[in-house]
């Protein structure tokens, strides 16, 4: 059992995939989910030619059948997991720059059914996978912008940022970043929460001012911290963030 497994969602591109690789490179197999062969096969593909074990696997965090599926040959193929980075989200196409009071509830629905329901059901479905590991972690891959007290603070930078659907999806990860850490406390499984910062991605039209290398490396840290380490954290590249 020397070479972890780790599952990366939405692991087809952006930060999911440089994750993907910076966890390979260190040694782990790596399962890049995805929505389709079309998508998560080249990625696979290409990290295999560095000499990373890089497998696709069929996952769309909103689809429960794909989610078991995943979970079922995860099992079959490997028997435990000990890695899983919920990297899958989304923004919500029309709700940039609209205040709240403009802004569609189905939008919000949207944001949810991905940022935070997908999290939840991909969680249970391998965590049964991630006990069996003599230390299983959790990343939820969150944002600055899940954090309520910096958009309460009129001197924080995203206190103008005021994207309702993508905001409080994020917080709601937050939140349940902090009840999956309650309940696996004691045990051999981390449960963290980590945001890469503004990284230029398809999410943000790549308008971001780090790169999706910079992100990966704050993620696939969290994803890598040894015994001792936090769980139920908000974490950033310079360390804890405030909830």
Known sequence: MTTQIALITGANKGIGFETARVLGRGGATVLLGARSAE?????????????IDARFVRLDVTDADTVEAAAKWIDAEFGRLDILVNNAGITTTGATGFPP????????????????FGVVAVTNAML???????????????????????????????????????????????????????????????????????????????????????????IAGVALLGDGGPTGAFLAEDGPLPW
């Open 39 to 51: 998508r998560g096969e080249p990625a696979a593909a290409a990290l295999a030619a560095e000499g």
């Open 101 to 116: 009071s403009r802004t569609a509830p189905d939008l919000v629905r949207t944001a949810f059914e991905t940022n935070v």
């Open 128 to 218: 049964p996978l991630l006990r069996r590991s003599p230390a299983g972690r959790i990343v939820n891959v969150s944002s600055e912008l899940g954090s309520l007290t910096l958009h309460g603070d009129p001197a924080s930078p995203v206190h103008g940022v005021n994207l309702l659907p993508y905001n409080a999806s994020k917080s709601a990860l937050n939140a349940v970043t902090v009840a999956y850490a309650k309940e696996l406390a004691g045990t051999s499984v981390t449960v963290n929460a980590a945001t890469p910062g503004y990284c230029a991605t398809d999410l943000n039209d790549h308008a971001g001012h780090r790169t999706p290398e910079q992100g990966a490396s704050v």
